[in-house]
């Protein structure tokens, strides 16, 4: 019983958390003062957030993902197309 309840906080927690790259996490950024960033929270809003519908789970980003082999596809874009695409 114990261990299905801390599974159960664990998806939780995960669930709530943003994920880098998503309009979100962009919205987010945009608003926290640059001094504040990580070197990884500066190449990854420059890689997802500075071109319109570059943003993880944004309809173009799932549209040019779906559009790509799937045999090409990494892990986490597996996660997350499912994540914000299907879901």
């Not at 943003?18 to 504040?36: D, I, L």
């Amino acid at each position: 019983m114990q261990r299905i309840l801390i599974i159960s906080v664990l998806l939780l927690l995960a669930a709530c958390s943003v994920e880098p790259g998503s309009e979100r996490w962009c919205a987010q950024k945009k608003e926290q003062p640059k001094s504040e960033w990580s070197g990884s929270d500066a190449m990854t809003f420059a890689r997802n957030c500075l071109l319109d519908g570059s943003a993880v789970g944004s309809n173009e980003w799932c549209a040019e993902l779906a559009d790509k082999p799937k045999g090409d596809w990494a892990a986490n874009e597996t996660a997350s197309y499912t994540k914000h695409c299907i879901m």
